[in-house]
């Protein structure tokens, strides 16, 4: 993909785009606008978004800074294909903590929605092996996910890790519909999310 703007660039905003880019590419926590000039700047902050986009990857604001992650299209060819996919054991224990730190809070009020997935209720190695999933697998992928920055363990227990903050709002409205289908599957919110999906599937049969 070509980037259009970057030709027309000085010298001096050129390395400016760059270093934006380097920073939403490898910081931990989102990076505030008022540190990089082409974050702050709206034009120059569209040039970033075409550098990234160029390689398949996505501006995201979060909270009041900034990171990158995969673009939905790019990321639903990724996953089809089999690159990046979590282990089944490692998806099932980041799915407890999920559960448990995030969709379990949020329901019962305990976490606003609009709360970073970091930002959840810490869960204790104790709770996470009180499910059916064995306690040496637990372990093991608990090890796993956080080496991954999948989760990460404060001094009251286990949160999502930073990695989840690079998840576009489409990625995580996915994530967090596939949690309530799980905990609830014959809920309101359930039968409201299988209705949307079937009109969805419906509207795409016809349009073919």
Known sequence: MEVRYLEALSEQRLAEVRAAVCAV?????????ARFRALAEVPL?????????????????VGEG?????????RAR??????????????????????????APRACGSVLPQ??????????????????????????????????ELV?????????GSQLLRLT?????DLFEQLVLLAEPRGVMAESIWRRRARAVSQEGQER
Not at 89 to 98: G, I, M, Q
Not at 152 to 160: A, F, Q
Not at 169 to 173: C, G, I, L, R
């Open 25 to 33: 590419e490898t910081a931990r926590l989102p990076v505030p606008a």
């Open 45 to 61: 902050r569209r040039v970033v978004e075409e550098v990234l986009a160029a390689s398949g990857r996505t501006l995201l604001g």
């Open 66 to 74: 900034f990171l990158s992650g995969y673009d939905d299209t790019v």
């Open 78 to 103: 990724l996953a089809d294909e089999g690159v990046g996919v979590l282990p089944r054991e490692d998806r099932a224990v980041l799915t407890l903590v999920l559960l448990f730190s995030v969709a």
């Open 115 to 148: 709360a970073l997935w970091t930002q959840g209720v810490p869960v204790s190695r104790e709770r996470l092996k009180e499910s059916a999933v064995p306690d040496r697998v637990v372990d093991a992928a608990l090890s796993r996910l956080a080496a991954a």
């Open 152 to 160: 990460r363990t404060t001094g009251s227990g286990i949160v999502l």
């Open 169 to 173: 709002s489409a990625a995580q409205a």
